[in-house]
């Protein structure tokens, strides 16, 4: 999933993600909620005609980002106290208070409120940092339950019959002529730190609590890859297999082609967009940095195996001039080749299980590195 954190994933239009085979994107709660605003999204019909985007979309609980960008936190049993990182004022994030803005927003995916533990954390913290999220976990449903209908899906163009009719778990994210869901999915997250017990332990207890889907949250936040895998394979060895299971965070194209593997569905990162707009390129002899001078004459195209529209027609001599230029065409073409290549990674994985055979993917991931 590409990260749309504010309404946008930063400076592609959603023609073109639609073009790159986008079937869903991210949106941040915690942005939208304090600008645009959810109230003013929700009046204008939510999120989807907001932004003109008629794909599906999750959105976070906004827990994440309370912890990263917002200043004087103080989390309590009640939730998060906290000061905007925009203009300093204070605000209270419940679990009831994300599924209201989430609700309001019309996501398709809506995530349950947890806490994401920070790295490193003793485990007597873990513990009870992972017994507060299965609290708000439960809260998280009860207030979602009550709440799942007030979507603003009444002016949408898919996704949306006339006629109400019975959601079926786990189905919402898909928008196709058969499925047509009239309430969104709530997923809950598993924390429990870097403890392979308090994961399961999260992972069980979280399954009680009966959800369409899961995710594994609280990962990729400074640990080494080697003890992401680890945490993972443990708490998909309890995850039912026949429920989207959703890694939030992750990560480089080789991790993504790895985590697919296991049998993780979904993942969404920053990476290749934000990457981009620092002259990152992924392709699929490495990654280059084009603002190297290298690349002043190089006329060919970014990436060689790349069919994308920015491959297609730029070479990477103009790719590195437009970033050394600081033009804003730069950020453009280096976001729209990143996601095409993480989309053709996940296409290509898609495509690998659909035959039953990973293991050529996965040696070729080696040279995505
Ligand atoms: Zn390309």
Known sequence: ?????????????????????????????????????????????????????????????GGFQVFSLSELRKVKEEGVSFRSHLDGTSHLFTPERSMEIQIALGADIVMAFDECTEHPAERERARSSMEMTLRWAKRSKDCFEAHKHEVPWGDRVIGRTEEPVSAQPGAAAVHDSTTKP??????????????????????????????????????SVGESRARTMEMIAAVLEILPKDKPRYVMGVGYPEEIVQYAAMGVDMMDCVLPTRAARHGLLFTSEGRINIKNARYAQDQGPADPKCACRVCSRYTRAYL??????????????????????????????????????????????????
């Not at 309404?7 to 869903?24: C, M, W």
Request: charged residues 20%.
């Open 1 to 61: 999933m590409p990260v749309g954190t504010a309404g946008t994933v930063k400076a592609v239009p959603q023609d073109i993600l639609e073009d790159l085979g986008a079937q869903i994107i991210l949106g941040n709660t915690y942005h939208l909620y304090l600008r645009p605003g959810h109230e003013l999204v929700r009046k204008l019909g939510g999120l989807h005609r907001f932004m003109s985007w008629e794909r599906a979309l999750l959105t976070d609980s």
């Open 182 to 219: 009239t309430t969104p999915a709530l997923f809950g997250i598993v924390q429990g730190g870097m403890y392979e017990d308090l994961r399961r332990e999260s992972a069980e207890r979280t399954i009680e609590l009966d959800f369409p889907g899961y995710a594994i949250g609280g990962l």
């Open 320 to 369: 590195r001039h437009l970033f050394v230029s600081a033009e804003p065409l730069a950020g453009v073409l280096n976001t729209v080749h990143n996601l095409a290549f993480y989309l053709d990674t996940m296409r290509s994985v898609r495509h690998a299980i659909t035959l039953g055979d990973l293991s050529g993917i996965l040696s070729g991931s080696v040279s995505l590195t």
